[in-house]
């Protein structure tokens, strides 16, 4: 199975910062890698697809990068309502893994 | 527009068995895969398996085998997650997900149901 670990596990910021989040896969997986943003008591969100393509309706201070095991999300000014938890999620193969998670939390 | 609509919370006691739906609308069910994620309290999210909608094929995740069954009823687009001889343990929110395929073979769980608790407890 491949193995997704995210980084940091946690992270306090506030309104306006620049947020970067890194996901390393276990082995390559070329751009089969996906973010998703979840608030409390909600369903997980798509915010970014293939590595780097931004889902229809997501904020552009949202991006994605990176290829092979090395991958990041990065916000570029956080607002009040990003403050929630990402998963990033490998869909190179079966079982389909997520990342721990990183929560987002306001400084 | 596209969506995804999950059956309402459950509470049921050790030993019983339950079975959550998850409605699909607004595409054509038998195109994409439903996968099928759950997220125990305050965990992560954790990938059960997924179900060939178009044959009726479903793929279960180590730790997914056995109590846990896939089905579909393509008549009403809807998609089931059955699980039988509840434990505690079995205690989370559970996901449907459309699986979504680019024409490049790329591919994502979009859109998400709005999940469903299933709490076990005597």
């Known amino acids: 199975d491949i193995q997704m670990t995210q980084s940091p596990s946690s992270l306090s910021a506030s309104v306006g910062d620049r947020v970067t989040i890194t996901c390393r896969a276990s082995q390559s997986i070329s751009s089969y890698l996906n973010w998703y943003q979840q608030k409390p008591g909600k369903a997980p969100k798509l915010l970014i697809y293939?590595?780097?393509s931004l889902q229809s309706g997501v904020p552009s201070r949202f991006s994605g990068s990176g290829s092979g095991t090395d991958f990041t999300l990065t916000i570029s000014s956080l607002q009040p309502e990003d403050f929630a938890t990402y998963y990033c999620q490998q869909s190179y193969s079966t079982p389909r893994t997520f990342g721990q998670g990183t929560r987002l939390e306001i400084k | 527009q596209v969506q995804l609509v999950q059956s309402g919370s459950e509470l049921k006691k050790p030993g019983a068995s339950v079975k959550v739906s998850c409605k699909a609308s607004?595409?054509?069910?038998?195109?994409?895969?439903m996968n099928w994620v759950r997220q125990a309290p305050g965990q992560g999210l954790e990938w059960m398996g997924w179900?060939?909608?178009?044959?009726?094929?479903?793929t279960y995740a180590q730790g997914f085998t056995g109590r846990f069954v896939f089905s579909l009823d393509t008549s009403v687009s809807t998609a089931y997650l059955q699980i039988s001889s509840l434990k505690a343990e079995d205690t989370a929110v559970y996901y449907c997900?459309?699986?979504?395929?680019?024409?490049?073979?790329?591919?994502?769980?979009?859109?998400w149901g709005q999940g469903t608790l299933v709490t076990v407890s005597s």
């Open positions: 607004g595409y054509t069910f038998t195109s994409y895969a």
């Open positions: 997900a459309r699986d979504f395929y680019s024409s490049s073979g790329l591919n994502w769980f979009d859109p």
């Open positions: 179900i060939n909608t178009n044959t009726g094929n479903p």
């Open positions: 293939a590595a780097s």
